[in-house]
């Protein structure tokens, strides 16, 4: 109550200070109230005006330092001031420029963001910082002089610091406007990360299996929703979420279900680079020739949120049906290798990942390579994917050791001496894709325990007895003697 | 410095001040080999490295370490670079060099209106400011040359074929046909350098070298990447084909193709001469490895490595060649498919049962040469016979492939280097004419090994002259072929000159996705 009390006194003695008092504190209420119904008179649509004013607009970030810098230099003159008094002069005329470039700066940034098309939360922040910080650098001037003539003690270094931590706060809105939010934070060390508890931002993993989740909405994240996101928003255009990309911005719909051509959001990423209407504009990194074949495939076939696989598009490391991935065998690296330098039979990996398994090749030593060989493989069998047996020394025999390999999708007997009786023992292979029986002994009748295979889809049997009937009649789907 | 251990020329060192030079040069000289001067720089260079090591980036310094520990450790082994980067589709690829530029209009790409236009020319808007090569630029007219050959519908997908390629027909089901590969270069070198290296200009490793050194091998007896020439038919316009086509340019030369022979032994001096049994010949390689060992321990050339791998690779390849090369264990079928002629060594056909063979043995990317297709004239004489050498093997080839279980994982390639023109060089007679290079579209084919078979990628205009839509530059052909093999063309790079090589060059390229599977 004191300090209410404090403060309406300190008013009081305001007021009477000089005798221009009442007119000028009656324009700079006009100055406040105008700046204040600016948004609302002049609405930032979110579509683009004039070209000049933008000109004029791209300004802003130039002369937005000068105000700044003005502003940070009051408090050091006044502070300076209690020893050199003509500091303390300078500080009343260094506050008036002030006044005078946060109107400049103010004018011009409204121009770029009103000619620009933006709007967003974080440009709707930075413009009522922008104004907010006018008004109180206004209200300082005004308060000023009866500071200095010690009318009022606390008021003015007060206000003076609200001011400053309006600054900062609206000069990091227009920061992370330019720079995007996670600028200052993106190369903090971890250990103040954590300090100060900012998430770090990861890559959000997809919200469905869809295409649209997995691969056409992070190429969005990444080279788009920088200026057409939640934070800002270019020409009234969304591309965060579904809904919003199907809503479109000021210039209607950008996706055309099933028309690539007519999708305006596909004709602008394929515009020629230099193209004023090219997307992503100044100089943003362009979406690559991959991530446009993608969009396009997508927009084609139908644009659909749900839509899991789309005809024609095949990403690396994406199967038609996902694998069934293996165990982390790293811990038994050392030993493959001694086994491999033993016999020559090698465990080569199908790809970098490790739970894409090991193909079992055994090429160098086919001769040699029996069942024995063979056995001794058989503490890696959940790791092995495919076997590579064709043209190896192994007999029937070798059925009992490869009914271990449980995550087997594709077995290579040609051209050995198996015979097939031992063919059940695969049924439980319940991954086996495909199965190379050619140059065998296998016969038809032989072939009836696979039919229950319900993944084994390729089956080859040249030169066998059991080639003139081909797999049809053992009810595999797609199956022929070739597919 | 040191000299070489092989050099004999054992000069005395130059008496400088005793040349017949200007006296300030004498002083110079003089000035430059004082002590002080010598302990002077070596403290500066030594305060320089002092202060590179405390300041130089990790990946620099460890470069640096491994490069003055030893000189192979500074080259990125294979080992390193943890490929394939996904499961791969195909395992090894094939690849039928059409040297020459075979005639898409004749062969693949149908253009039944040109009929109606025999002998006109070719409008200048579909010319447009193309450069022609020197030997049509001169001409005052580019009369159109309708095919001489009708084309008949194939397969279910209902693709058209020359009648020149009967055998093909029956396998378009399996073809992926691209009519809209384009390239950049207009003649003969360039242009083969180009698709194979993606680089007009030699030096470049080729597509096999860059996947052997990105795969590595799956035989051990035998070269990673083997290539394979066709026996020259004299009656053909046969371009030369140089062994930097199969070079690993700046990759060590052990992923280099290994050609063999078209005539004769496969490999030259293969078997051990008369008198030197497999011990003898044993214990001499044992010592020229000691002798290389030394050589590289002196000089530490990686290259010194290459070479003692490829020794060992040739005495393996003594056991495991006559293996590959003995067909006597193919059964009749085997015959009936590719045709009598492929029991001849040199033949298309023969060459491409080899690359069958070499496919079930592992051999990873196999390539063969087939030359002759310049026809830049007597098309209708010189054809047929192009067709029916090249037509039944492809077929054989793709049947075989298929049957034994092997197309699956196995991408198998048909192109030349770029196409021919619509217009006739030279005179255009009723039933003859010739035809020019022709890059701006050409018609390329792959099957198995991820490509997605049965279809026809990109179209072109009605004279086959521009591509239209879905256009397949090199570099995006290479891109898909990598990528069935598992490889990204952005990340299988080499650092040399400065640069991050790769197969597909500094230009943006992509893998075509409507090409795959």
């Known amino acids: 109550m004191k300090l209410l009390e404090s403060a309406v006194g300190s008013f009081e003695r305001l007021l009477p200070q000089r005798k221009s008092a009442p007119a000028s504190w009656f324009a700079a209420l006009m100055v406040a109230a105008a700046l204040l119904l600016l948004p609302f008179t002049l609405r930032l649509d979110g579509k683009p005006h004039a070209d000049w004013l933008q000109f004029l607009g791209r300004f802003h970030p130039l002369v937005v330092h000068v105000p700044i810098g003005l502003i940070v230099l009051v408090p050091l003159l006044e502070f300076a001031g209690d020893a050199r008094p003509s500091l303390r002069e300078a500080a009343g005329f260094v506050l008036g420029l002030a006044f005078v470039g946060c109107l400049a700066a103010l004018t011009l940034g409204y121009l770029l963001s009103y000619a620009g098309g933006d709007s967003g939360t974080d440009v709707t922040r930075h413009m009522w910082g922008g104004i907010g910080l006018t008004i109180s650098v206004l209200a300082c001037m005004l308060v000023r002089p009866a500071w200095t003539s010690g009318s009022v003690q606390r008021l003015y270094p007060a206000m003076l610091t609200c001011t400053l931590l309006l600054l900062a706060w609206t000069a990091h809105q227009g920061g992370s406007l330019t720079h995007g939010r996670n600028y200052l934070t993106d190369y903090m060390p971890a250990l103040l990360k954590r300090a100060l508890t900012i998430g770090v931002v990861q890559a959000k993993a997809p919200a469905s299996n869809s295409f649209y989740a997995r691969h056409i909405d992070p190429i969005f994240l990444r080279k788009c929703v920088e200026c057409h996101g939640e934070s800002k928003t270019k020409g009234d255009l969304r591309l965060d979420s579904y809904a919003l990309l199907m809503e479109g911005g000021k210039d209607g719909p950008v996706i055309v279900s099933g028309h690539s051509a007519a999708s305006l959001l596909l004709k602008r990423v394929t515009l020629p680079p230099k193209h004023k209407r090219f997307m992503p504009a100044e100089g943003k990194p362009p979406l690559t020739a991959e991530e446009i074949a993608w969009i396009k495939a997508w927009i084609e076939q139908g644009a659909s949120p749900t839509a899991i696989r789309l005809a024609g598009i095949h990403i690396g490391g994406e199967d038609d049906e996902p694998l069934q991935p293996v165990g982390d065998y790293s811990k038994l690296i050392p030993g493959i290798l001694a086994l491999e330098n033993g016999q020559g039979a090698k465990l080569l990996p199908v790809s970098n990942k490790l739970s894409d398994g090991l193909i079992l090749n055994t090429v160098d030593v086919a001769a040699s390579f029996g069942d024995a060989q063979l056995a001794r493989f058989e503490k890696y069998a959940p790791y092995i994917v495919e076997a590579e047996l064709g043209r190896t020394a192994v007999t029937d025999a070798c059925f009992n050791t490869l009914a271990t390999f449980t995550h087997l999708r594709a077995l290579h007997l040609e051209g050995t001496r198996v015979t097939g009786a031992g063919l059940r023992t695969l049924a439980g292979l319940s991954q086996l894709r495909y199965l190379n029986l050619s140059n065998t002994k296998v016969t038809q009748a032989q072939l009836a325990p696979l039919r229950s295979m319900k993944k084994l889809r390729h089956l080859y049997l040249y030169n066998t007895p059991a080639q003139p009937a081909s797999i049809a009649d053992a009810g595999q789907p797609e199956g022929s003697n070739a597919r | ?517």
């Open chain 2, 1 to 517: 410095m040191k000299q070489h251990p092989l050099c004999t020329d054992c000069e005395q060192a130059l008496d400088v001040l005793a040349l017949p030079v200007p006296a300030e040069l004498k002083r110079e000289w003089a000035e430059l080999e004082t002590r002080r001067r010598f302990l002077g720089r070596t403290g500066k260079v030594l305060g320089w490295a002092a202060l590179a090591s405390l300041i130089g980036d990790k990946s620099l310094s460890v470069e640096a370490h491994a490069a003055s520990d030893a000189g192979a450790s500074a080259i990125p082994s294979r080992a390193d670079l943890k490929l394939p980067y996904f499961a791969p589709k195909a395992k090894r690829a094939i690849y039928l060099f059409m040297s020459g530029g075979p005639p898409q209009i004749d062969m693949w790409d149908y253009k039944p209106n040109l009929a109606a236009l025999f002998n006109q020319d070719v409008p200048e808007s579909v010319r447009g400011t193309q450069q022609l090569t020197g030997m049509t630029a001169g001409q005052a007219r580019f009369p159109i040359a309708p095919s001489h050959w009708s084309f008949n519908r194939y397969g279910k997908s209902g693709t058209w074929v020359s009648d020149l390629m009967p055998y093909t027909g029956r396998i378009v089901d399996d073809l992926t046909i691209i009519k809209s590969t384009n390239t950049d270069a207009i003649n003969h070198e360039p242009a083969i350098m180009l698709m194979n290296t993606g680089n007009m200009n030699a030096g470049k490793p080729c597509l096999g070298s860059w996947l052997a050194y990105g795969l590595g091998s799956m035989n051990d007896n035998l070269p990673t990447f083997m290539v394979l020439q066709t026996q020259l038919n004299p009656k053909e316009n046969n371009q030369p084909v140089s062994s930097r086509l199969w070079s690993s340019g700046f990759l060590s030369s052990e992923y280099a193709g290994v050609g063999l022979r078209s005539s004769g032994d496969l490999v030259l001096y293969l078997s051990n001469p008369d008198g030197v049994d497999g011990e003898v010949r044993r214990k001499m390689l044992d010592a020229v490895r000691e002798l290389n060992q030394q050589t590289y321990e002196e000089l530490g050339d990686p290259e010194t490595h290459a070479r003692i791998a490829q020794y060992e690779m040739a005495y393996r390849m003594q056991t495991s060649v006559p293996e590959l090369a003995d067909l006597s264990r193919e059964p009749k079928s085997t015959w009936e498919l590719y045709g009598e002629e492929a029991k001849r060594s040199g033949t298309f056909a023969y060459n491409c049962l080899m690359a069958r063979r070499m496919a079930e043995r592992g051999v990873r990317f196999t390539q063969v040469y087939k030359r002759g297709w310049d026809v830049h004239g007597d098309v209708t004489g010189v054809l047929p016979q192009l067709c029916q050498e090249t037509d039944r093997a492809c077929y054989a080839l793709i049947t075989d492939l298929k049957q034994r279980g092997l197309l699956e994982d196995t991408l198998v390639i048909w192109a030349g280097e770029f196409g021919r023109t619509v217009y006739s060089q030279g005179g255009l007679t009723a039933d003859n004419y010739g035809r020019d290079h022709h890059p701006r579209c050409f018609t390329t084919w792959m099957a198995g090994g991820g490509s997605r078979p049965g279809i026809t990628y990109g179209v072109t205009d009605d004279y086959s002259y521009n591509v239209v839509s879905d256009p397949v530059p090199v570099r995006d052909f290479n891109a898909t072929i990598l990528h069935c093999l598992g490889i990204d063309h952005n990340k299988l790079t080499y650092k040399f000159q400065g640069l991050d090589q790769k197969l597909t060059g500094p230009s943006p390229a992509s893998v075509v996705q409507g090409l795959l599977a």
